[in-house]
C-alpha cells in the first residue's frame, strides 16, 4: 500500500464550478501538509501549506486537512480555464528529510 | 523564485552509456532531491543529499548515483543507461517558507531523458 494515495482523474468540471481534489494517507505521523499544482511540461510549484489539522484559505484556494481521518482536500472555488493542471498532494514528518507525494489528478476546467 | 536549474533540459540517449544531469541552486540550501516522475507512479525519490558529499538513497535508487562536491551543484549519474530509465527528472531543494521556518520543497524545471 503506498503511503499518500490519490484519484489520478482525468477531472472534467466547467468554468465556474467548485472542484474538490483529494488525498488519503496511512501515516498518522504526517504533520506537514502541502499541494502543488504541476503544468503540462514544467515542474511541480507549491499553491497550498498547512500544518497539522484544519482549515486554510487562500483567495480562492482552501487547504483542509482532517487527521483523524487521514484525509486531505483542495477545494477550487470559481475554477477556471489556467486552474488546469495536475494537482499533487505531499506530505511529510517534523524535522525528516523525505517528502511523500500522491501521484496527482490531473483536472480539466473547460471554458 | 527558488533558484533552481536543471541542465540539459532535454537528452536522447543510448542504452548503455553514461549520463549524468546537473542541478544548480543559488540559494544555498542545505538539502537537494532527485525525483522521477513517469505516468502514474507520480513523483518518486532517487537520491537526496544533506550536505556536502552527504548524500542518501531515495525509493527507486538502483542503477542511480549522486554526488555533491559543492553546496550548490548535485549531479545524478546513470552509469549505464537502460529504456526503463527515460523518464522526466526533477530536481528539489527544501527551503524555508516566507517568513517562517517551515520547510517545503521547491522544484527545477525538469530534465526530459529519453533513453533509446
Known amino acids: 500500500q503506498k503511503e499518500v494515495e490519490q484519484d489520478p482523474g482525468p477531472l472534467s468540471v466547467p468554468e465556474g464550478a467548485i472542484v474538490s481534489l483529494n488525498c488519503t494517507y496511512s501515516?498518522?505521523?504526517?504533520?506537514?501538509f502541502m499541494w502543488y499544482r504541476q503544468y503540462s511540461r514544467k515542474g511541480p510549484e507549491l499553491l497550498m501549506y498547512t500544518y497539522s489539522s484544519g482549515n486554510k484559505e487562500d483567495g480562492r484556494f482552501t487547504a483542509q486537512v482532517d487527521k483523524s481521518s487521514k484525509y486531505i482536500s483542495l477545494f477550487i472555488r470559481d475554477s477556471q480555464p489556467s486552474d488546469s493542471a495536475t494537482y499533487l498532494c505531499?506530505?511529510?514528518?517534523?524535522?525528516?528529510?523525505?517528502?511523500?507525494f500522491g501521484s496527482g489528478t490531473k483536472l480539466n476546467v473547460k471554458p | 523564485d527558488a533558484g533552481i536549474t536543471q541542465s540539459p533540459r532535454h537528452k536522447v540517449t543510448e542504452t548503455g552509456t553514461p549520463v549524468t544531469l546537473r542541478c544548480h541552486q543559488t540559494e544555498n540550501h542545505r538539502y537537494m532531491y532527485w525525483y522521477r516522475q513517469d505516468p502514474g507512479h507520480g513523483l518518486r525519490l532517487i537520491h537526496y543529499s544533506y550536505g556536502v558529499k552527504d548524500t542518501d538513497k531515495g525509493e527507486v535508487s538502483d542503477g542511480y548515483s549522486v554526488s555533491r562536491s559543492k553546496t550548490e551543484d548535485f549531479l545524478l549519474t546513470l552509469e549505464s543507461a537502460t529504456s526503463s530509465q527515460t523518464s522526466v527528472y526533477f530536481c528539489?531543494?527544501?527551503?524555508?517558507?516566507?517568513?517562517?521556518?517551515?520547510?517545503?520543497?521547491?522544484f527545477g524545471p525538469g530534465t526530459r531523458l529519453t533513453v533509446l
Open positions: 528539489a531543494i527544501r527551503g524555508a517558507l516566507a517568513g517562517g521556518s517551515t520547510d517545503t520543497q521547491y
Open positions: 501515516n498518522s505521523a504526517f504533520q506537514y
Open positions: 505531499a506530505m511529510s514528518i517534523y524535522n525528516f528529510n523525505k517528502f511523500y
